[in-house]
């Protein structure tokens, strides 16, 4: 069964950049088919898809965040991670990672707050 | 990007009622669409792919339908676990998006 589980601070400074990890347990990122998603969800409100990346490195971000998103894979370590550079307080949100598949997003993690404040 | 407008955003049904959830896509986007349930507190879960088929696991009361531009999300028979909110998702192409959700509440 596949899990996946992000981690990274709670709480962000204004203008700082925002990092998380998603470790993936269960499969293995370097099998191939899936992409590795992030996903967020501001305080009561609906579903944004941030990006994903390709085992191989390839990526693909949402136009309304790609000048300040940077997705990355660490296969060796079955991880991959979420860089959102000078965040706001409209960059606190729940942040989801997923694994997408040519189905839809199968496997979440369970989600992490994180509060943009000083 | 595509846009994805769910309806009602919000609706009350008793335990045992027929609940019917739309979704409307912007742009054709053939059968590429999921359906997700959220509980307060919890990730998604995938409920439906493919606009019709049944994620292993979930219960034969949840059913879709559609296809282009138009879907829906039936649920036969409401359950007491089913109180939630649910979206839509188009994955026919990036960025992905989601319909604004509808929050299946007790009547």
């Known amino acids: 069964q596949v899990q996946l589980q992000e981690s990274g601070p709670g709480l962000v400074k204004p203008s700082q950049t925002l990092s998380l990890t998603c470790t993936v347990s269960?499969?293995?990122?370097?099998?191939?088919?899936?992409?590795w998603s992030w996903i967020r969800q501001h305080p009561g409100k609906g579903l944004e898809w941030i990006g994903y990346?390709?085992?191989?490195?390839?990526?693909y971000y949402n136009p309304s965040l790609k000048s300040r998103v940077t997705i990355s894979v660490d296969t060796s370590k079955n991880q991959f991670s979420l860089k959102l550079s000078s965040v706001t307080a409209a960059d606190t949100a729940v942040y989801y990672c997923?694994?997408?598949?040519?189905?839809?997003?199968?496997?979440w993690g369970q989600g992490t707050l994180v509060t943009v404040s000083s | 990007a595509i846009r994805m407008t769910q309806s009602p955003s919000s609706l009350s049904a008793s335990t045992g009622d027929r609940v019917t959830i739309t979704c409307r896509a912007s742009?054709?986007?053939?059968?590429?669409l999921a359906w997700y349930q959220q509980k307060p507190g919890k990730a998604p879960k995938l409920l439906i792919y493919?606009?019709?088929t049944l994620q292993s696991g979930v219960p034969s009361r949840f059913s879709g339908s559609g296809s282009g531009t138009d879907f829906t999300l039936t649920i036969s028979c409401l359950q007491s676990e089913d109180f939630a909110t649910y979206y839509c998702?188009?994955?026919?192409?990036?960025?992905?998006?989601f319909g604004g959700g509808t929050k299946v509440e007790i009547k």
């Open positions: 997923a694994r997408d598949h040519s189905y839809g997003l199968s496997y």
């Open positions: 269960g499969g293995s990122i370097s099998s191939g088919g899936y992409y």
């Open positions: 990346i390709y085992y191989s490195g390839s990526t």
């Open positions: 742009q054709g986007i053939s059968s590429y």
């Open positions: 493919a606009a019709s």
């Open positions: 998702q188009q994955y026919y192409s990036y960025p992905r998006t």
